[in-house]
């Protein structure tokens, strides 16, 4: 991608969504539900655009931009939308379709986001090793943190895609039963470890058949785009649960994503080296180049009637397990995987205090408090507050980001 594309429309040098962006979302305006992209602070109408006839010879119809999902525009595949993004970077950046195109224009304020994907299956990974190490070295052997498999599997579960909600809408604090005293017998009511797990998400195209495996080399191919992903944990809920199963309730009463899905093709710049993997891993997990993404990520609480203050600043690029080798590693079984599946690289943590990814390991289960503005502390998670999570890239004089997941907690029912 050349970095010195300039867009005819007005874009503050902060924005996330630079012409060097193009990302794809939904939106309600005058009632009516219809795909999107974003500029600065517009958002780009495609069905009009494909109306005035700057969208032909793609291999669209009407109909794939007046959808209420993004899931009929990822069936073209990564082609598909590759050519898409391309021809309304071009459109955009060229004086000459600015009579036309600036009618597509919609100030970002009059319209409302909607949920981009109908997610059809959820996995959640954990290939954080710093992330991992935190959570084992606090409830298990120091000298033994990560367990055995952890480095030779990019371990995952599957969860409950129903609960995954848009950046914006409330939820409610979850209840379940919980052992706060290890020689007592448990109780039930809300949770009171409510947690935030900062993690990033990517949502496929159509896969292979039933039976067929995608590679590393091939993975590329199918993964469409990214998001930021808030996945939810009540962690005194999951304490008492999760043996022998792992993660139930504490896991699948809400995870919130961001709106727009930036592509991969914008994020192709921001590629970096990832950590050495030591050790060698099996043969169906090796990958050739740069696979990592620097992600600058950021966490942020507002407890209600405050201002926010920053936990975190974490970055993608510490991954230990990139998405090539997670989507490999879910079809080498023959998995099948379909266009709007969504998979969460679990809990992001860098390698400094700071860079934690969780209020677990920020507080360090909970024995020390996370300062906020004007002297006010937090442990875990409070009744009113709202978690904000912001992510972009940034290089050679081009920025591209993906605005905020922002979320906030009511008290249980």
Excluded at 258 to 263: D, K
Excluded at 268 to 277: H, L, M, N, W, Y
Aim: aromatic content about 10%; overall charge negative.
């Amino acid at each position: 991608m050349s970095n010195n594309i300039q867009s005819w429309i007005n874009i503050d040098s902060s924005s996330d969504f630079s012409i060097y962006n193009i990302p794809f979302g939904i939106i309600t305006v005058n009632n009516q539900t219809k795909v999107a992209s974003r500029l600065g602070n517009f958002a780009i109408d495609l069905s009009r655009l494909f109306e005035i006839e700057l969208l032909d010879d793609l291999g669209f119809e009407k109909s794939d931009f007046e959808a209420t999902k993004l899931n009929p525009l990822m069936k073209k595949g990564k082609l598909g939308t590759r050519n898409l993004r391309n021809r309304i970077q071009a459109i955009y950046s060229d004086t000459s379709f600015q009579p036309q195109a600036e009618s597509c224009l919609i100030a970002i304020e009059d319209v409302q986001m909607e949920m981009p994907v109908e997610i059809g299956d959820y996995t959640d990974f954990y290939s954080s090793i710093e992330h991992a190490t935190n959570v084992g070295t606090m409830f298990r052997d120091p000298n033994n943190a990560l367990l055995p498999n952890w480095k030779y599997i990019p371990v995952g579960y599957h969860g409950r895609s129903s609960s995954i909600i848009l950046s914006g809408q409330e939820i409610h604090r979850p209840k379940g039963q919980q052992k706060p005293n290890d020689d007592e017998p448990p109780v039930f009511g809300p949770c009171k470890l409510l947690d935030f797990e900062l993690e990033m998400g990517f949502i496929t195209y159509d896969g292979k058949p039933l039976g067929y495996s995608i590679s590393t080399a091939e993975a590329d191919d199918y993964i469409f785009g990214m998001v930021l992903f808030n996945d939810w944990s009540a962690r005194d809920i999951q304490k008492w649960e999760y043996v022998p199963l792992g993660p139930f309730l504490a896991k699948n009463f809400a995870s919130s994503m961001s709106a727009w899905i930036v592509t991969l093709d914008a994020l192709e710049p921001f590629r970096v080296a990832g950590p050495k993997q030591d050790p060698a891993v099996f043969p169906y997990l090796e990958y050739s180049g740069e696979k990592n993404i620097d992600i600058n990520l950021e966490v942020l609480i507002q407890p209600d009637g405050a201002d926010a203050s920053t936990v975190c600043k974490s970055n993608y690029k510490h991954m230990y397990w990139n998405q090539n080798q997670q989507l490999a590693h879910h079809t080498i079984n023959g998995c099948d995987i379909h266009a709007g599946d969504l998979y969460a690289s679990g809990t992001i943590s860098g390698p400094t205090k700071d860079s934690y990814g969780s209020m677990l390991e920020l507080s360090w289960k909970g024995s020390r408090a996370v300062q906020l503005k004007n002297g006010v502390e937090r442990k875990f998670i409070q009744d009113h507050d709202t978690v904000i999570m912001k992510g972009f890239c940034e290089k050679d004089g081009m920025r591209v980001g993906f605005g905020e997941v922002s979320t906030k907690v009511l008290p249980a029912k």
